[in-house]
């Protein structure tokens, strides 16, 4: 475990993240989903023979192991500025079209005076979100997204915790 405790090592931490080691967190958290031990050391190997990557910089030859790849691989997808707008304006766009009373009162009913605030903002975040990154048709397939996330995320500190213990 890392801990920051000044502005300055903050920044120092993110210029030169690629320096801390994230394998034994990333390794637990890998086995706690459900990977193998085993496989995990096939994820961190490096290939021996060239990949082709194509992003918007244009194609390139890199040999990377399959973590690092993917996480290049969503790197190249989601940060480009026009990328990120896109999908920042679709995020609140979402977040307005939530806030209005109509769909307030549709979520939560006029019988209730009172709301968790962790309840309604946990949906509508999770729902934004989900709509801006994968669009309506995700809620066709799962009608229940929403709740299964929240209780997902409810529970998401078990596996830190390796809890229950087995």
Known sequence: MYVVTSAADVNAVYKTNTTLFWDAMLNDLMIAFG???VIIPKLLQTPDF????????G???RRLSHIPATLDHYKSRLLPEQRLYKFSDSLLGYISDFLCWDKVYQRFGATTSKVS?????????VEALSRAMFGNRI????LDLVQKMLNSNDDAWMLIFQYPLT
């Open 35 to 37: 990977v193998e031990s």
């Open 50 to 57: 060239d990949v082709a990557d194509e992003t918007d910089l």
């Open 59 to 61: 194609a390139r030859t």
């Open 117 to 125: 605030l962790n309840k309604f903002g946990g949906e509508i975040l």
């Open 139 to 142: 809620f066709e397939v799962e």
